[in-house]
């Protein structure tokens, strides 16, 4: 059987992040990747200078559809745009018999927001107890826990508290900490572990966080365990960081065809 991935998310026009990124990375996985597109940006590696939001009611029918027909075996959320589209996509997730990964994307790289403020709550109500697994980073780590986080054990604190909210599993992405590595924690019901890697100092990093989420969703939907699969996640976007294309002239996209 064909593996099967869906991506519920924005549309980013330089490829580097979104569905594209989703895509591309379901792709490099070997599994067969589905989108159901929830706001579309006008954007590049400079710059997002326009968010446009997709009618809820057709999120959902995009949604039915793609579930009537070809059903995935894992799926994933990006950027959802305000607190309609996430209650449309939580109220489609109730009735999932695959994993969810929700990548809780807030600000894009540049700083634009691409979810309404209102919506925060919507998502941690509505959307978190419908996930098997949420990738926060720092800033969404702490804005969803109301917990600080600067070290390991504070890491594992707000994970705890994201926990608590209904998330099955929580992983904090410690980019945003110093120090000599990147060093991300998978917190679970059960115990956490700490995922490391080499530290690359690069302007290259759009989309990591899409990237991520869709190489754990793409490992889920081949029936891999969640440890494991986000293990083969870390190493691919280490990898990817290190061989970038060094395309554009702001923050540029990774390598999708790392190996």
């Known amino acids: 059987m064909v593996p099967v991935a869906l991506t519920i998310a924005g549309s980013d ?9 989703d895509l591309k990375t379901f792709h490099r996985f070997s ?19 326009r968010v446009e939001i997709v009618d809820p009611q057709l999120v959902a029918e995009q949604m039915d559809a793609v579930l009537e027909d ?9 950027a959802l745009g305000n607190s309609a589209v996430i209650e449309a996509v939580a109220g489609r997730a109730a009735a999932f018999r695959f994993p969810l990964v929700v990548d ?3 600000i894009s790289k540049h700083g634009a927001p691409l979810i309404a403020p209102e919506a925060a709550s919507a998502l941690k109500e509505l ?18 826990s109301g917990i600080m986080v600067d070290s390991i054990d504070s890491a594992r604190a707000a994970g705890e508290a994201i926990l608590a909210l209904g998330a099955r599993a929580v992983l904090i992405k410690g980019g945003h900490m110093q ?6 924690l998978l917190v679970t019901p059960t115990g956490s572990r700490i995922y490391t890697a080499p530290r690359i100092d690069t302007r290259h990093t759009h989309g990591t966080g899409c990237t991520y989420s869709a190489a754990i969703t793409a490992e889920l939907a081949k029936g891999t365990e969640l440890f494991d699969a986000v293990g083969h996640a870390k190493q691919f976007l280490t990898r990817a960081i290190e061989s970038n294309p060094g395309l554009g002239a702001g923050c540029g996209p990774v390598n999708h065809f790392a190996i």
């Open 104 to 106: 809780p994307v807030m």
């Open 70 to 78: 070809i059903p995935p075996h894992a799926a994933k959320t990006g």
């Open 179 to 184: 120090g000599g590595e990147a060093v991300d």
């Open 31 to 49: 599994v067969y990747g589905e989108a159901v597109i929830t706001l579309v940006t006008v954007q590049n590696t400079r710059r997002v200078s």
């Open 127 to 144: 959307l978190l107890p419908r996930c098997a697994l949420i990738t926060p980073n720092v800033p969404e780590a702490e804005a969803l």
């Open 13 to 21: 026009p330089s490829g580097g992040a979104g569905i594209q990124a």
